[in-house]
């Protein structure tokens, strides 16, 4: 069962994945606008995600990964 407000230590790992997304994008010269193309979702869903705001889909990280060009486990690693 779900709560309105995830715990803390978990708001903390999503704008750690979030981190590492931009960091994956910025080194792929990709603006967010192209990488949100490239993932087929829109600009504002890759800037939430960034900004570690937004939980989507297993099959959006994995488009992202494949996207920037790194394996979806760099994201998510601790």
Do not use: C
């Amino acid at each position: 069962m779900y709560v309105d407000q995830p715990p803390a230590w978990v708001l903390a790992r999503q704008r750690a994945i979030g981190a590492r997304l931009r960091e994956a994008r910025i080194s792929a010269n990709l603006s967010q606008e192209r990488l949100a193309e490239l993932a087929g979702i829109d600009r504002k869903t890759v800037v939430r995600l960034e900004g570690g705001q937004r939980d989507v889909r297993l099959t959006v990280w994995l488009r992202l990964a494949h996207a920037v060009g790194v394996p979806f486990a760099h994201l998510v690693r601790e």
